[in-house]
């Protein structure tokens, strides 16, 4: 995914706060965008872009606790932080479990803020880059033949060769071939590499016995 300029979201029913938000962010070079409401924020389509959710918990008809499980279902990964006048140490923990990365209690310090919204666009980078991994192993995964995937299970269990060919009724130098185009293909210099690439892709050994 191309990196471009961060933009913060500002989701708050308070048009003063949008305003001043918006102004505070320009103010440091960020782009942003208010809402309203959580509908009018979802019915923008926005989330994959590199940036962060600033969120106010109270608001009508859908509140931010109920948007941030929305955003989880519609698999919106935008790091969020809360901001709230109202807010109380249970409706701050259920936030942070659900994967809220700041709550902060309005006013805040605007220092506090910026520094949660630097954060959270670190980490929304460091979470792209991860899927983006992630993508393109399961695309290299998916280079590999069956027998190759059979084969690549039983060598990150740490099974010799000959013992890899009498468990699957091949040859041994059968099994050296495969082994030899599961490096190429997964593009990996021993087994080591292979073995945390299936840890990353979740792909599990055989089992030995």
Known sequence: ???????????DDDASVRRSLERLMQSVGLAAKSFASAALFLESGCGEETGCLVLDVRMPELSG????????????LLPVIFISGHGTVPISVRAMKAGALDFLQKPFDEQDLLEAVYRAIDRCRQDQAQRKDLMELEARIRTLTPKEQEVFAWVIAGVPNKII?????????????????IMKKMGAQSVADLVRMAEKAGIRPSPTQ
């Open 1 to 11: 995914m191309k990196d471009t300029k961060p933009v913060v979201f500002i989701v």
């Open 65 to 76: 606790l109920e948007l941030q499980e929305k955003m989880a279902r519609a698999n919106i």
């Open 165 to 181: 060919a009498d468990r699957l009724d091949t040859a041994e130098k059968t099994i050296k071939v495969h082994r030899a185009s």
